[in-house]
């Protein structure tokens, strides 16, 4: 039966902020979020509980005098194990599934619950947005449409968060392991096993309308200019080869120089038509550049580029080496074309 829907005054709420560690600062958004549900629902209460492989804790909540213990851990739980739907129960005193609950037999007395989980893409459970009142209460089916809204909205921002802190602590690692290059401060071939072995697995198991594809190249009579003009001219060489070819690739591209004149680069997610440019692209940066340089030599690549299929079942350096293939197969034609 629904019950009816009352006016609340919510002069008197607070927002409490509740953070994994007592060190990190309240997150604004996740108070909004709170807020947002408890106004859209016309209830009291409202918490945002996190969960991760090793602990749970609540983010936010509306409702709750600072200090008080008033957190629906025991109900956001259980609903997690009865499954992963939203739940609305009108009075959890008359609802076997929550009735023994310490909120609702003790104080604040909760009566109403509902919880939406929070499920990210890969099929984890995240945590669960929930409101409460205590009153027996009920949702329309548009507060229980919002609310799930809202829960996508804050699914999308914790799966952020968290991309953010597992790019921070990679981040570190680079600091920790000799994965750049230091002529170029590129990746070496060891941090581009590292990122590309990462994307290679995500190619293969996670559905996407783009393309991989790896490059390697190689720079044309780099000996030369380094018997001609010394080993710093032609160190020079090398970087600004280094430059050309980042300035040709997308900032989501890995890039590496393995050592002498050979670069690598993996392509993520592109189109066909896009790598398919690639070579005329280098081409008409190089030709820009050696036009302007003012060098009494040309930087010049031999390029080999291979598109990965995803039922190839071919490692990182497995691939390199076809492209590694191609790329001398590229070098030989030129010498024909310039002879």
């Not at 499954?83 to 104080?107: C, H, K, N, W, Y």
């Not at 009153?135 to 953010?164: F, H, K, Y």
């Not at 096993?193 to 309308?209: G, P, V």
Request: hydrophobic content about 40%; charged content about 30%; proline content about 3%.
């Amino acid at each position: 039966m629904k019950l009816p829907v009352q006016s609340i005054d919510r002069s008197h709420l607070s927002v409490i902020s509740v953070s994994a560690t007592p060190e990190t600062d309240s997150i604004r958004e996740f108070d909004d979020i709170t807020q947002i549900a408890a106004q859209i629902c016309n209830v009291p209460r409202a918490a945002i509980w996190i969960v991760d492989e090793s602990s749970q804790w609540f983010r936010s909540r509306v409702g709750s005098e600072p200090g008080s213990d008033v957190s629906p851990v025991s109900l956001c739980s259980r609903m997690i194990q009865l499954g992963r739907e939203t739940t609305v129960s009108q009075d959890i005193r008359a609802d076997d599934r929550f009735m023994r609950d310490p909120l609702a037999t003790e104080e604040p007395f909760i009566r109403f619950f509902a919880g939406v989980p929070l499920i990210d893409k890969d099929d984890s459970v995240l945590g669960v947005l929930c409101v409460m009142h205590t009153e027996a209460w009920d949702l329309s089916p548009g507060q229980v449409e919002a609310l799930e809204a809202a829960a996508r909205q804050l699914t999308g921002r914790i799966e952020l968060r968290r991309t953010a802190k597992r790019l921070r602590e990679a981040n570190r690692k680079l600091k920790d392991l000799s994965l750049t290059d230091e002529l170029t401060g590129l990746f070496n071939y060891r941090g581009f096993l590292l990122h590309s072995e990462q994307q290679l697995k995500q190619f293969r198991t996670r559905r996407s309308s783009g393309s991989l594809w790896v490059m390697v190249a190689d720079m044309d009579d780099l000996k030369t200019i380094n018997d001609r003009y010394g080993h710093f001219e032609g160190s020079k060489a090398i970087k600004q080869a280094g430059e050309i070819i980042v300035n040709t690739f997308r900032d989501a591209d890995i890039i590496a120089r393995p050592g002498g004149d050979e670069f690598t680069a993996m392509m993520i997610n592109t189109i066909d038509e896009v790598a398919d440019r690639l070579r005329a692209r280098l081409e008409e940066s190089l030709d820009k550049y050696n036009e302007s340089s003012g060098k009494p030599y040309k930087i010049g690549l031999s390029v080999g580029l291979i598109k990965v299929n995803i039922d190839m079942d071919l490692s990182v350096d497995e691939l390199v080496q076809q492209a590694d293939e191609e790329m001398y197969r590229q070098k030989r034609t030129r010498k024909r074309l310039a002879a």
